[in-house]
């Protein structure tokens, strides 16, 4: 019986030494390219070069190497096939039982700073992604292995019994046509990028992070993927330093409270957030007022919430925070102490945000039977146009703007009362705007005096506007639109409250 052979080209030379060593000692000869090559012969490992097997060089500066027969013949030939095994002796082709090939590292070339599209384009992987599909397609005689995680499973195998099992083989394979897909999907999704096209079939790329304990509730299993996109105000650029598992609800409320606290970089921010609604927002000169005005904006709701902070945490706003029952913490950094005594509750999970941030280029959501994409949410107000006789004061505007940095992060129809830097009523998800604003008017209670008011959409009628200026509010925020428009603008006159017309809605659903 001839020697078993092992063909080695990797990019990521992570662990290979090792793994090339353990398939010598399991029976391998083993061939391989370029610098690979190099790297084996360097170790004082014997390695036969791919162009000795083919009698044909490398050829168009590395481009050309392993595309030839002598290479996917002894890849792809079915050794229980008579026909197969009298070609393969016909053509001198001897069997390749291993593959080891990881890619070119295209998806980590895109993302570098400056990056040539001349760069991008050489380090498309040609021949690594044909010699894994071939080797994937033969799992039943090839072993193919595109991940350095899975080397020491296969070794232990062909330590323990001289080969590599058909159900190990199978799954290595498996994953061979994912990572082959995802390469792809990265490759198509740069093109689509740089020349701005919208593809007619989509292809995503995302790798598994955990396997969560169960999804919304418990009797539904859920998985949580995350996106090879370079994106750096989420949480897996993120680092958790204590507590349990994320939950999927949790991982749904942390992303959704990152994307308010994006909206405040440059200022000191505290976001209090339950079931994808914020619950408390606010502005402070230093992180503990911060997070006293945002836990002071609604006491109840932040119970079993997750709280956001744009800053360090210190031991004064650290007891504060552990006094109460809250999911999880996310800042930009823990002073020691605040660190040590947040620590103490074992099941709070703590994480360490980057700092600055970015929104997402585009969201994603799921319907029945398809995908919706759309652009992020980054706008706030197209234009800020005085509609009444009553213009707002410059404080009135900073909380204006405030209220619609908030309000564009609650379900709809949402309203936000505000003042100071701080939310005072929020009403989310109601099927009518004068639910919304009565709930967010009632939570604000006496407080709502001199407040403003902001709305995601404009005011079909001007009922609303009404129950508003009832309450005292002094200035709104809408965006406008509205056939009648006029009879709000008339009531705001009448009640001498300022009012603008933002002209940009911010509907979330």
């Known amino acids: 019986m001839s020697k078993k052979r092992a063909l080695l080209s990797v990019s990521d030379k992570t662990g290979l030494l090792d793994f090339a060593k353990g398939l010598v000692a399991a029976g391998y000869e083993l061939i391989s390219t370029g610098g690979t090559a190099t790297f084996l012969k360097d170790a004082g490992l014997e390695v036969l070069d791919v162009a000795s097997v083919t009698g044909f060089p490398e050829i168009l500066e590395g481009r050309v190497k392993t595309l ?69 397609k033969n799992h039943q005689d090839v072993t193919v292995v595109c991940d350095v995680a899975d080397y020491p499973a296969v070794l232990a ?5 001289g080969q590599v099992s058909a159900a190990t083989r ?20 740069y093109f689509d990028q740089v020349d701005h096209l919208v593809p007619d079939i989509l292809t995503l790329s995302y790798k598994l992070e955990d396997s969560l304990r169960y999804g919304e509730n418990p009797h539904q299993k859920a998985w949580h993927y995350v996106s090879d996109q370079a994106e750096s105000y989420t949480l897996q650029s ?10 999927y609800n949790n991982l749904q409320d942390a992303s959704a409270a990152l994307d308010i606290l994006n909206e405040f970089q440059g200022q000191t921010a505290c976001v ?28 109840v709701s932040i119970f079993g919430g997750i709280v956001a902070i744009n800053g360090v945490v210190d031991l004064a706003t650290a007891e504060r925070l552990h006094a109460i029952f809250l999911e999880i913490i996310l800042a930009e950094g823990y002073e020691a102490e605040a660190l040590d005594l947040l620590k103490k509750k074992k099941n709070l999970r703590l994480y360490q945000i980057p700092q600055g941030g970015n929104l997402a280029q585009a969201q994603i959501k799921s319907v029945r039977g398809g995908l919706l994409i759309q652009d992020a949410n980054q706008a706030l107000a197209e234009d800020w146009r ?24 609650v379900k709809s129809n949402a309203i936000v009362v505000a003042k100071n830097g701080q939310t005072l009523g929020i009403g989310a998800g109601q099927m009518n705007r004068v639910g919304a604003a009565k709930l967010a008017l009632e939570q604000a209670g006496d407080k709502a ?44 006159n009448e009640k001498g409250v300022a009012m603008v017309f933002s002209t940009t809605r911010h509907f979330k659903h």
């Open 449 to 492: 005096k001199g407040a403003v008011l902001a709305s995601d959409a404009f005011f079909p009628m001007p009922d609303s506007l009404e129950i508003a200026a009832d309450y005292g509010i002094s200035a709104v925020v809408q965006p406008g639109g509205s056939i009648k428009d006029q009879a709000s603008i008339d009531v705001a």
């Open 272 to 299: 209090v957030l339950k079931h994808m609604n914020p619950c408390g927002v606010a502005l402070g000169a230093s992180v503990k007022e911060a997070f006293d005005k945002a836990y002071e904006a609604d006491p």
């Open 386 to 409: 005085q509609v009444t006789h009553l213009a707002p004061s410059e404080d009135q505007k900073a909380d204006l703007e405030f209220g619609l940095k908030i309000v564009k992060h």
């Open 68 to 136: 030839h027969p002598a290479i996917h013949g002894g890849l792809l030939a079915k050794r229980d096939s008579d026909l197969h095994r009298e070609q393969v002796s016909q053509n001198q082709i001897d069997y390749i039982d291993l593959v080891c090939v990881n890619l070119y590292p295209f998806e980590e070339t895109v993302k570098k700073a400056g990056v040539t599209e001349a760069e991008v384009i050489e380090n498309i992987d040609i021949g690594g992604p044909s010699m894994l599909r071939s080797a994937a």
């Open 238 to 247: 993120a680092t958790q330093l204590h507590g349990k598992q994320m939950s």
């Open 157 to 161: 195998e062909l330590a323990e019994t």
């Open 170 to 189: 199978r799954r290595l394979a498996i994953k061979v046509y994912h990572r082959t897909a995802a390469y792809d999907a990265a490759i198509a999704r």
